[in-house]
């Protein structure tokens, strides 16, 4: 079955699937096809027996399907048996683990969070604990990957974690039984009579974490409630069908998002269905530049549509659709770029990105000041990225940041919030005149 997906960016995943039918073809190799299969076989040859350490010919070939799909874009390549396998638990968005958030710090694993009602919060692991021995074995020396992967693992099997624990003298054991763990992808809360929701991927639980999360405000909140903001900054992409009912849920009709690949057959158009599940309560939807791909789906749909006001910085630029097809023999996956999409009213944003209706700054991470991003990387910075179709020229265009002197801890939210209740908040407004790069081929 073969399969498409919009991947994520920078190394965060981020695919979406969706069931998408490839025109056959019928096409002889030439001879000169079968000449150049000789010389990589002559070339794989003189390698395999004069390069100076021996090579396993499933390492030289991995390479050279790896080096052919990296000439084409940023997001075609080959996924090992691993990679793909890992790639389903991701886009399925729930595995067999304890439900720990962690990070590395200085070669041991540090926790950010236990999940809520999973074995890790049960066993009362804390915010800042510190995991040195998973099951014996020190982590020191492992990668994260490589912790994560040992502590994941088949539901009802258990691991044993040494915890180093702020204010407790000595490192303690903690045994925990796995559990099917399913990742939050949609966050909630009440910011006074507004509803916040926030997505940080898009998961096959994206749209049922969005419908409760919609009920649990209108609920919390009550028939005052102004509107609703979601929020899809730093949201690095996800699955198509996730995209699709995100926006389908603040829409009553029309289309979606529509994708254009190589033949005229391959246009597929994707239409929401009635009912405004916000029950047409204003919508802002907040971006930057580390929102890509499903988030833009999102964002475009909305704002075509009229239906969201969108609030921050212009968006990644990922406008490509890949489709994922599984190998022969359990052999991984080819992830391949079949297409692009296109917004509702036919905008391509590949390599140029969505520009927000009000644009609004944000803290720099490491600065005292406060600036536009106008250097943010974005797909167009990305080696061999498709063309972009728009001349990708922004021109001047209006920053809103706050006033000097102003304190904020997300000016961005608070200028949201500021217009869902028609208040006023002080800032500062500066024309830029900005030209993005000139869009060039892909080699």
Do not use: C
Not at 397 to 424: C, M, N, W
């Amino acid at each position: 079955m073969q399969k498409a997906l919009l991947a994520g960016v920078a190394g965060v995943i981020g695919f979406g699937v969706a069931l998408v039918t490839l025109p056959m073809t019928n096409v002889e190799a030439s001879s000169e096809t079968y000449r150049q299969l000789d010389l990589f076989g002559d070339v794989l040859e003189q390698v395999r027996s004069k390069y100076v350490r021996e090579v396993d010919d499933p390492e030289l070939v991995e390479a050279a399907i790896n080096g052919m799909l990296n000439s084409l874009d940023p997001h075609s390549s080959y996924l090992s048996a691993k990679d793909f396998r890992d790639m389903q638990v991701q886009t399925r968005g729930e595995f067999g683990g304890l439900g720990i958030e962690v990070t590395m710090e200085e070669g041991i694993i540090k926790v950010v969070a236990p999940m809520d009602d999973t074995p890790a919060a049960r066993a009362g692991i804390k915010p800042g604990d510190y995991i040195s021995h998973i099951d014996g074995t020190q982590i020191m020396g492992m990668t994260l990957n490589d912790a994560v992967e040992r502590m994941r693992g088949p539901a009802n099997t258990s691991v044993t974690l040494t915890i180093l624990r702020e204010g407790t003298a000595k490192p303690f054991d903690v045994t925990l039984t796995r559990a099917i763990v399913k990742v939050q992808s949609v966050r909630y809360r009440k910011e006074g009579d507004v509803g916040y929701i926030r997505i940080t991927t898009f998961n096959e639980q994206t749209e049922d974490g969005l419908i409760d999360a919609i009920n649990a405000l209108k609920s919390e909140i009550g028939p005052s409630i102004k509107g609703y903001i979601l929020d899809l900054r730093n949201n690095p992409g996800g699955l198509l069908d996730q995209a699709i009912g995100v926006s389908d849920a603040f829409l009553e009709q029309g289309e979606v998002v529509s994708t254009r690949g190589r033949y005229a057959s391959d246009v597929q158009r994707y239409n929401a269905r009635a009912g405004d599940l916000i029950d047409g309560k204003p919508l802002i939807v907040l971006i930057n530049g580390g929102s890509a791909s499903a988030s833009e789906i999102v964002a475009g749909a909305l704002q075509d549509h009229g239906r969201a006001k969108l609030v921050g910085l212009l968006s990644f630029g990922k406008g490509s659709v890949q489709t994922v097809i599984p190998l022969d023999r359990g052999q991984g996956a080819l992830r391949l770029t079949t297409a692009k999409y296109y917004t509702p009213a036919g905008r391509s944003i590949q390599a140029t990105g969505i520009d927000p209706d009000i644009e609004v700054a944000m803290k720099a991470k490491g600065e005292e000041g406060w600036e536009e991003e106008t250097k943010r990387r974005s797909e167009a910075d990305l080696p061999q990225h498709l063309e972009a179709e728009a001349d990708g020229q922004r021109g001047e265009h209006v920053v809103i940041r706050p006033k000097p002197g102003e304190k904020h801890e997300d000016f961005q939210l608070d200028y949201a919030l500021s217009l869902l209740r028609g208040t006023t908040i002080a800032f500062d407004s500066q024309v830029v005149s900005e030209v993005t790069k000139p869009q060039t081929s892909a080699n």
